[in-house]
Nanobody, 122 residues
Framework: QLAESGGGLVQAGGSLRLSCAASGRTFSTYAMGWLRQAPGKEREFVAAISWSGGNTYYAESVKGRFTISRDNAKNKVYLQMNSLKPEDTAVYYC?????????????????WGQGTLVTVSE
């Protein structure tokens, strides 16, 4: 089970940090990812991190602005979002692919949180 938190309203140029808490004892064997869905658009990949945290992957649109990280001792994954833009407005989802696999496209993710809304104003 995945539960996101940390969404909210922020001005353009600001920062937010999203958190995702995972239940279960095998968190450290799952890669994790963040995806988002803007109003009227399809859900898209944002970032992913390997189960050890040693490898990270980003969509071009967020490279250099967003950072994904994880704390396996706390069963949590984070998304630090800096220099936010109005086009970053979306519902952000935490997700996990099958165990010991990496995912960078929506169809590859198997487990999903409920999402948290991020709104970036002008």
């Amino acid at each position: 089970q995945l539960a996101e938190s940390g969404g909210g309203l922020v001005q353009a140029g600001g920062s937010l940090r999203l958190s995702c808490a995972a239940s279960g004892r095998t968190f450290s064997t799952y890669a994790m990812g963040w995806l988002r869905q803007a109003p009227g658009k399809e859900r898209e990949f944002v970032a992913a991190i390997s189960w050890s945290g040693g490898n990270t992957y980003y969509a071009e649109s967020v490279k250099g602005r967003f950072t994904i990280s994880r704390d396996n001792a706390k069963n949590k994954v984070y998304l630090q979002m800096n220099s936010l833009k109005p086009e970053d407005t979306a519902v952000y989802y935490c997700a996990a692919p099958p165990r010991l696999t990496i995912a960078t496209t929506e169809s590859q993710f198997e487990y999903w949180g409920q999402g948290t809304l991020v709104t970036v104003s002008e």
